[in-house]
């Protein structure tokens, strides 16, 4: 029986370093290697022409690139892309390309489905199958068709992240790293809904930008919307992050989606005041795309505006996040892979 080749996408220099001598070859084939995976993008083994045909056999034995192309794409009409891609473990996640303007952004997946199970997110009403690899985030960049037009990339997509924190920073490491994509922290931002343990653990690992998902500010309805909130409450999580500097290279921000009378009241709004007094961040105000059995629904324009008027009168920066490629289920809280899966059973049936 064969032995199944291992990925070099998703390594680090000091571990392709590694490859390199375990193979008889010199150190420095390891940066060579690492070149023409992170910036020349090869798709396999035999195009790093620099090193030799035997070295390149070599490798390839035991070794692939470990990309996969999307094996869909659906467009919306207002320019967003939502791609499906192939996991290693045979699985597939969804990844959203975003342009705009100037900026074009990449909200990836973390996760096959997650365990938060948010009442208002379609990927938790999917349930848990399991963590993505390094490889399986990378790849998500690595074999976009627009790759090379990315100016952001946010860790937004199905997941979380701070679930799959060894990965994330791997992934993390090497987007930033000299030896890899060379990105600054500053154009990644990474989610969460806040993990006991190891979001601080991320604060100390990584200066990419944070977003934690907030939708309340008070304890009882927070932890009816995320039952994440049992494990850290949002006040715990606040408590955490006065501990981190936020007033220069590093931003950040809470997520809030917004729900008709439930979380849109004045009282809301001032418990948000109360909540991140002292702290240097921003509230990003995200309209509720509707998801099957749940009793939530969103409120309208000038209901929005008058939250986020509120908020900036009293002190805290909000912006409303444009909603984009809501018509393709590419929008916040919409993505999900069960119904590809039910698809997929289906024609194995046949």
């Known amino acids: 029986m064969e032995t199944a080749k291992k990925n070099l996408l998703g390594m680090t220099l000091g571990e392709l370093k590694e490859v390199a001598k375990s193979l008889g070859m010199p150190a420095f084939t390891g940066g060579q290697i690492a070149k023409w995976l992170y910036t020349q993008h090869v798709r396999s083994i035999d195009e790093m022409t620099n090193i030799s045909k035997a070295n390149r056999e070599k490798l390839a034995a035991a070794y692939a690139v470990g990309c996969k192309d999307p094996t869909d794409a ?5 320019g967003t892309v939502k791609y499906l891609f192939p996991t290693e473990s045979g699985k597939f996640v969804e990844t959203v390309y975003i342009p705009e303007d100037d900026r074009a952004t990449l909200c990836v997946s973390s996760q096959v489905g997650c365990k938060m199970n948010c009442l208002f997110c379609q990927t938790g009403k999917q349930g848990f199958e399991g963590s993505l690899t390094a490889t399986d985030i990378l790849n998500q960049v690595y074999s976009l068709p627009e790759r ?6 946010v860790f937004m997509g199905q997941g979380e ?16 790293a000299g030896f890899g994509y060379g990105w600054s922290p500053k154009r990644i931002t990474v989610s969460s809904v806040g993990v006991k343990g ?3 653990r991320f604060l100390e690992e990584s200066d990419c930008h944070v977003a934690i998902s907030m939708h309340s500010p008070l304890h009882e309805q927070r932890s009816e919307l995320m039952p994440a909130e049992r494990g850290m409450s949002i006040e715990s999580i606040v408590g955490l992050l006065a501990n981190y500097d936020f007033s220069h290279q590093r931003r950040l921000s809470f997520e809030y989606i917004v729900f008709k009378g439930v979380n849109d009241s004045e009282a809301h709004a001032k418990a948000i005041v109360r909540l991140l007094k002292g702290l240097d961040c921003r ?3 995200i309209r509720f795309h509707p998801i099957p059995n749940t009793p939530l629904q ?9 939250f986020r008027n509120y908020l900036t009168q009293h002190g805290v920066f909000t912006t409303i996040r444009a909603s984009r490629g809501q018509d393709i289920f590419a929008a916040c809280g ?4 069960a119904k590809e899966k039910e698809e997929r059973k289906g024609n194995v049936k046949e």
Request: proline share 2%.
């Open 148 to 153: 090379d037009k990315l100016t952001n990339i």
């Open 283 to 285: 509230i990003n105000l």
């Open 74 to 78: 659906q467009y919306s009409k207002d």
């Open 198 to 200: 190891k979001l601080k």
């Open 298 to 306: 969103g409120v309208d324009d000038r209901k929005m505006e008058e």
């Open 334 to 337: 919409l993505l999900s892979t």
């Open 161 to 176: 992240p701070m679930d799959n924190l060894d990965n994330v920073l791997r992934a993390t490491e090497i987007l930033t």
